[in-house]
């Protein structure tokens, strides 16, 4: 076991409830996570109600039940949502129920499932417990997405280690990224926020009207919409409290125009959906949509992402991540989006956040997709980065302002 991993896992509680999640009294928590890191869980639990939580609920999941449901279940019980689950979500989100989401997951859980039931399910969950996305992607309620270490997770990420070694070193790296080995973590992140807000802000008073990509198998332009908001670590929920949404993050993102995309970007690591591992994928666009789409592995699931999701043929996240972020000079595949994102420049296939565009929050849907902003039920990250990677932003006036330079901030 890591030294002192007591002490540093209560470090990391205390983190994600005080900085991360900001629970004060009176707030219910949901927590859903993998069975596999309960003493997590009840770390934050205690965490949580000292903090003045009213009520704490936990949801846990376990992967080898998940395949079990898979191989066991036909397409049409996987995709019956009972009412009960619906309304209990409704529940949670009239409560301004604030969300932990612990990710240890095996990104490859459901290899060798028929995709097509895993993809009808997700679809199904997706429309189900659509209200709560929305409001959680347009900061209703404070909501956070972080990371513990799983045992099939670790060996995926460190196979040449033995397992209880695989699991010390990713909980190494959990703490590395989060900050847990500082004095003061909560300190750190708040430095932390200070200086990604420094890179946003420059990137808000340019209001650049596009952004072009070139490295190796990437010339991309990309539109931004008018008025785009970029965003970093930081967030507020509407009753104006604050909150951190990934832990760890070190992306500075926004919405691109989902009409407005031409040319062909390269991904530059794996990423898993759904259970199954995608790599080495290629995307063209023609006037924002997706043309042609490849993969070296788990290419039919790519295609059923792409095209038969509403909206995923269109980009919904565009994030900026120098090549030397902390995550990517340690580098390591992580198989896990949280990570490997916060690696790389990255766009997303899907949903964009209503926040990205001002005033967004408070926007319909219909007038969010006049806006430019794509609506979907999905939200996919795929990791673009590296560090060959050229982006200059281009203003209305045509002025072209370097942003990055191989792979690392211009400005
Ligand atoms: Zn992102
Ligand atoms: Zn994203």
Redesign the pocket.
């Known amino acids: 076991m890591l030294e002192n991993f007591n002490h540093l896992l209560q470090k990391y509680a205390h983190l994600l409830v005080h900085k991360g999640l900001g629970i004060q009294g009176d707030d219910y928590l949901q927590i859903s996570a993998d069975i596999e890191i309960a003493p997590l869980v009840h770390l934050i639990t205690k965490e949580a109600y000292e903090a003045g939580a009213k009520k704490v609920i936990v949801k846990y999941q376990d992967d080898q039940l998940s395949r079990l449901h898979y191989e066991g279940q036909s397409i049409d019980t996987l995709t019956d949502i009972p009412q009960y689950r619906i309304d209990e979500s409704k529940d949670l989100m009239d409560k301004k129920t604030k969300k932990l989401s612990l990710r240890s997951a095996d990104p490859n859980a459901l290899k060798g499932v028929e995709p097509e039931k895993i993809s009808q399910a997700q679809r199904a969950a997706s429309k189900a417990f659509k209200e709560e996305r929305l409001a959680t992607q347009a900061n209703v309620v404070s909501w956070l997405v972080a990371a513990g270490a799983g045992k099939a997770w670790a060996q995926l990420v460190f196979p040449d280690l033995n397992e209880e070694e695989a699991v010390d070193a990713l909980w190494d790296q959990i703490f590395k990224t989060t900050r847990v080995y500082e004095e003061d973590p909560v300190k750190a992140w708040d430095d932390h926020e200070a200086r990604l807000q420094e890179k946003a802000q420059f990137l808000n008073e340019q209001q650049f009207d596009y952004l072009h990509y070139t490295g190796p198998g990437t010339d991309l332009k990309l539109g931004l919409p008018e008025n785009h908001i970029w965003e970093s670590a930081g967030s507020l929920n509407q009753n104006g409290e604050a909150f951190i949404a990934n832990m760890p993050t070190e ?1 500075v ?1 926004t919405a691109p125009d989902a009409h407005r995309a031409e040319g062909v970007i390269t991904s530059s690591k794996p990423l898993s959906y759904g259970g199954v591992v995608i790599d080495e994928m290629t995307f063209h666009f023609e006037n924002g949509q997706i043309t042609k789409a490849t993969a070296k592995e788990g290419e039919e699931t790519l295609l059923r992402l792409i095209n038969d999701n509403d909206g995923a043929k269109q980009l ?2 565009v ?1 900026l991540v120098p090549h030397q972020s902390p995550i990517s000079q340690s580098d390591i595949i992580f198989f896990n ?1 949280l990570f490997d ?1 916060n690696a790389s420049n ?1 766009l ?1 296939i899907g949903q964009a ?1 209503a926040t990205s565009v001002k005033d967004g929050a408070k926007m319909s849907q219909d007038e969010l997709n006049e806006r430019g902003l794509n609506r979907s039920d999905v ?3 795929f990791m673009v980065g590296n560090g060959e990677m050229n982006i200059d932003g281009i203003t209305k006036q045509g002025e072209i302002v370097p942003i990055f330079r191989n792979g690392e901030w211009a400005f």
């Open positions: 992306e993102f919904g996240e994030a989006t994102e990255h997303a956040y939200h996919v990250d």
